[in-house]
Each structure stands twice: as structure tokens, then as C-alpha cells.
């Protein structure tokens, strides 16, 4: 597995950053209303896996079947919320490690709902974007070999955590094991994976900020298969790890910048080039930098929350205003 796997600076720096936050999210998971973030973070954790797969519940509906309250919609619907909220609850008794666990969860999650649920797929599958197939999972006969040396990997493996994780889910989608329900156990068992870390995982909704950016997600599978090196899906799940830490930290940035701010070296060359042109795009400061439009992303919204930086007219018209 690791031969599909490229390490580079934007991963070593992504996950570093992430480690450094995990610790600050475990302490809010300790203030007086953390009983009520878990509940939050689990329901939008099982409402985004669904809304992801296609299903139309509202977060509110969600919750109200979670509470056991009676809500009018397609029964498929309201079955895949009981089955996923039934699977998150057996979170804790799960090891990660397991290949029987992980057809257990599978059982849990699809009961009612495919007729092979728990069991490995004896049928071609594929992943399509309308009538095109974007993806032709290996042969149904190949899936268990697969698998198992997928775990026998995970198992083995000295890479960090988070590494780990991510690449564990990215060759769990191209291996395509199941019927159906293929997605939202590749994000369960990457939150389990990475519980093995640190278990406030458990509590993270990951999920939610990949249901913001799910054509991104798709679009990061892909070009991994693609250039056969899964760490531009990588660097895709390190990316919003590290945004779900921030919205669920809600960090506040009302300190003056100049007390508590430090501007990387880039950021500064940032903010010097808008000076002289207010008008350059990520797309262009990207290329002018040689790093990736994500990497340039993340230092605007920085610079924008550090109050350095603001944005006037719309992403495609607007232009930059260096504050002083």
C-alpha cells in the first residue's frame, strides 16, 4: 500500500498542524456543555455520511428520529439514520484492526437495506457520475484477498496516524468492497483508525466538513487513481480534519494581530504582491508561489482572520484590501 503513497512538505506540515489542535479540541470536549457538542457533533456526523449517499432528510429530521420522534418521510430514509446511528453507538466496542468487525459495522449499517449486508460483494461494481463510470471496482473475486491484505497493511504499518488513516479510506473506496454503503463505512473506519491516535476522534464530525466539499472529495478519489498516488487524497482529508478542528474549537481571533500574530514567510510575500496588485487570483498567487491553490486558500482565510486581509465584490470580480 505504501507504494501508492508520496510523502510531501503540504502532508508534513498539515498533519503537524493538526496534532497541535487536537489537544486544545480534547480540552473543549471537557467544558460544561460537552455533552451537548457530542450530541451535535453526532448528528451532523450521521446526517452529512447520509447527505452525502443521496439521502434528503434535513439535519433537524435527523435529529428528531435520533430522539425518537415521529418524522414523515421515505421509510429507506429514516432506516438509514436508525442503522447509522446503531453503528455509531457500537463505535467504542469496535477494533479498528478487525476485518470482522469491520463486516459487522457493514451489517449493522445496510440491515434492511441490501441483501448481502455484512458480506462482501459477489457482483461487479463501479462508482458513476450520471451514466459514466468514473471508477470500476477489482472483480467481486478479488475483494477478499484485497481486504486482507489492506488490513495485514494497516496493521503493519509505522506511518503516522493520520497517514494511516487517510490511506487506509482511500484504498477501502478503490477496492469498492460492498454492494452498497461503501462511503460512509471508508469515513467510519478512517474516525476509527484515527481513534487509535487519540480518541477524540470519536466526537470530531469530520464527515460534516466533507459533505460541505463532497464534489471535492469525489474529485480527490479520482485524480489519486488517476496519477496512481493516493496523497492528493491525502492532503484532501488532512485538509478538512484540520478545518473540522477549527469550526468545532470555534476559536476566537479577537486578539489585535500584532500581539499574538506571527505571518509565515509566505504570507508576508502574500501580502506584498496584493499591495501591488489587488486583483491576483488564488490560481495565480498559487503559481507564483509554486505551491497548490489549497495551500494559497488556507493562507488568505488566515490572513483574512488575522484582520490583515479583506475580500470587496465577489470571488470571481473582487479584489483584495490590504488592511494596516
Same mark, same amino acid.
Given at each position: 500500500?505504501?507504494?501508492?503513497?508520496?510523502?510531501?512538505?503540504?502532508?508534513?506540515?498539515?498533519?503537524?498542524?493538526?496534532?497541535?489542535?487536537?489537544?486544545?479540541?480534547?480540552?473543549? /470536549?471537557?467544558?460544561?456543555?460537552?455533552?451537548?457538542?457530542?450530541?451535535?457533533?453526532?448528528?451532523?456526523?450521521?446526517?452529512?455520511?447520509?447527505?452525502?449517499?443521496?439521502?434528503?432528510?434535513?439535519?433537524?429530521?435527523?435529529?428528531?428520529?435520533?430522539?425518537?420522534?415521529?418524522?414523515?418521510?421515505?421509510?429507506?430514509?429514516?432506516?438509514?439514520?436508525?442503522?447509522?446511528?446503531?453503528?455509531?453507538?457500537?463505535?467504542?466496542?469496535?477494533?479498528?484492526?478487525?476485518?470482522?468487525?469491520?463486516?459487522?459495522?457493514?451489517?449493522?449499517?445496510?440491515?434492511?437495506?441490501?441483501?448481502?449486508?455484512?458480506?462482501?460483494?459477489?457482483?461487479?461494481?463501479?462508482?458513476?457520475? @450520471?451514466?459514466?463510470?468514473?471508477?470500476?471496482?477489482?472483480?467481486?473475486?478479488?475483494?477478499?484477498?484485497?481486504?486482507?491484505?489492506?488490513?495485514? $497493511?494497516?496493521?503493519?504499518?509505522?506511518?503516522?496516524?493520520?497517514?494511516?488513516?487517510?490511506?487506509?479510506?482511500?484504498?477501502?473506496?478503490?477496492?469498492?468492497?460492498?454492494?452498497? @454503503?461503501?462511503?460512509?463505512?471508508?469515513?467510519?473506519?478512517?474516525? /476509527?483508525?484515527? @481513534?487509535? $491516535?487519540?480518541?477524540?476522534?470519536?466526537?470530531?464530525?469530520?464527515?460534516?466538513?466533507?459533505?460541505?466539499?463532497?464534489?471535492?472529495?469525489?474529485?480527490?478519489?479520482?485524480?489519486?487513481?488517476?496519477?496512481?498516488?493516493?496523497?492528493?487524497?491525502?492532503?484532501?482529508?488532512?485538509?478538512?480534519?484540520?478545518?473540522?478542528?477549527?469550526?468545532?474549537?470555534?476559536?476566537?481571533?479577537?486578539?489585535?494581530?500584532?500581539?499574538?500574530?506571527?505571518?509565515?514567510?509566505?504570507?508576508?510575500?502574500?501580502?506584498?504582491?496584493?499591495?501591488?496588485?489587488?486583483?491576483?487570483?488564488?490560481?495565480?498567487?498559487?503559481?507564483?508561489?509554486?505551491?497548490?491553490?489549497?495551500?494559497?486558500?488556507?493562507?488568505?482565510?488566515?490572513?483574512?482572520?488575522?484582520?490583515?486581509?479583506?475580500?470587496?465584490?465577489?470571488?470571481?470580480? @473582487?479584489?483584495?484590501?490590504?488592511?494596516?
Amino acid at each position: 500500500m505504501s507504494d501508492t503513497f508520496t510523502l510531501n512538505t503540504e502532508i508534513v506540515n498539515l498533519a503537524a498542524e493538526i496534532a497541535a489542535k487536537v489537544e486544545r479540541f480534547a480540552i473543549r /470536549l471537557e467544558q460544561p456543555d460537552s455533552l451537548r457538542l457530542r450530541r451535535v457533533n453526532q448528528i451532523q456526523s450521521i446526517h452529512s455520511s447520509l447527505a452525502i449517499e443521496g439521502n434528503m432528510l434535513s439535519e433537524d429530521q435527523v435529529s428528531d428520529i435520533i430522539e425518537g420522534k415521529r418524522v414523515i418521510a421515505p421509510a429507506r430514509e429514516i432506516l438509514e439514520v436508525k442503522n447509522a446511528l446503531r453503528t455509531y453507538e457500537l463505535y467504542p466496542s469496535l477494533d479498528a484492526f478487525s476485518e470482522k468487525d469491520l463486516l459487522k459495522a457493514h451489517g449493522v449499517m445496510m440491515h434492511g437495506m441490501i441483501p448481502d449486508a455484512g458480506k462482501y460483494r459477489n457482483c461487479n461494481e463501479g462508482v458513476f457520475k @450520471g451514466k459514466k463510470c468514473v471508477h470500476f471496482a477489482p472483480p467481486p473475486k478479488m475483494v477478499p484477498i484485497l481486504m486482507k491484505n489492506l488490513f495485514s $497493511w494497516l496493521k503493519r504499518s509505522k506511518m503516522h496516524w493520520l497517514i494511516r488513516s487517510c490511506i487506509f479510506h482511500y484504498e477501502f473506496e478503490f477496492i469498492h468492497p460492498f454492494r452498497d @454503503g461503501n462511503g460512509r463505512m471508508g469515513r467510519l473506519w478512517q474516525s /476509527l483508525i484515527l @481513534g487509535k $491516535w487519540n480518541p477524540v476522534f470519536a466526537h470530531l464530525p469530520v464527515e460534516n466538513l466533507v459533505y460541505a466539499k463532497q464534489q471535492e472529495y469525489y474529485n480527490a478519489i479520482n485524480a489519486s487513481s488517476t496519477a496512481g498516488d493516493c496523497s492528493i487524497f491525502v492532503e484532501f482529508m488532512l485538509d478538512k480534519i484540520l478545518g473540522a478542528l477549527k469550526d468545532v474549537q470555534n476559536v476566537e481571533v479577537e486578539t489585535p494581530v500584532a500581539e499574538t500574530i506571527h505571518l509565515t514567510a509566505r504570507q508576508e510575500k502574500i501580502i506584498a504582491a496584493l499591495k501591488k496588485n489587488n486583483f491576483l487570483t488564488e490560481k495565480e498567487l498559487a503559481e507564483k508561489f509554486a505551491v497548490t491553490p489549497r495551500t494559497i486558500e488556507r493562507d488568505l482565510a488566515k490572513l483574512q482572520q488575522y484582520g490583515t486581509l479583506e475580500r470587496v465584490g465577489s470571488k470571481k470580480d @473582487g479584489r483584495w484590501v490590504v488592511k494596516k
